[in-house]
Every structure is written in structure tokens, then in C-alpha cells.
């Protein structure tokens, strides 16, 4: 189901893997993860186990955290 934190974490997640230049077809392969699943992660239409985020902010080297928002943005979303 899409909330506005699951697109904001999303929209935050696209940027990371664009900055990193890699196509989402790219990524998900280097995740070892299904393109259709992952595009649907980006778009904010899932709500993602915490292993699925740590294998994301692996394969994006960043700190699991650095896939959320700040706290103030959160509470806005909620």
C-alpha cells in the first residue's frame, strides 16, 4: 500500500541509485533483486521488510539510515 513516508523513502532511494549511475534494471540486478519489485519499492507501492532497506543501503553504500527522512519530515508524513 502506498503511504507518503513508503514514496518518500522511495523518491530518497532513486536519487541515491541515480547518483550512483546505475539504471533501475542495474540495480536491482546488482541487489540480486526482481526489477518489477524494485521499480515498485521506488515508486513507494510497498512496504519493505528491514532486510529488503539493508540490502538497498548496501548495494547503495550508504548507512541504513540514510535511507529515511529527518524525524521532523516523518512526523509531518505520519
Known amino acids: 500500500m502506498k503511504t507518503k513516508l513508503s514514496i518518500v ?4 532511494i532513486r536519487m541515491l541509485r ?3 549511475g546505475f539504471s533501475q534494471e542495474g540495480f536491482a540486478d ?3 533483486f526482481d526489477r518489477a ?3 515498485a519499492i521506488e515508486r513507494g507501492e510497498r512496504n ?3 532486510q ?5 543501503a548496501v548495494g ?3 548507512n541504513l539510515g540514510d535511507l529515511f527522512p529527518s524525524l521532523s519530515e ?3 508524513l505520519l
Do not use: D, Q
Open 9 to 12: 523513502v522511495g523518491i530518497k
Open 18 to 20: 541515480e547518483n550512483l
Open 30 to 32: 546488482h541487489i540480486s
Open 37 to 39: 519489485n524494485y521499480g
Open 48 to 50: 519493505i521488510s528491514i
Open 52 to 56: 529488503t532497506l539493508a540490502r538497498i
Open 60 to 62: 547503495l553504500r550508504v
Open 74 to 76: 516523518v512526523e509531518k
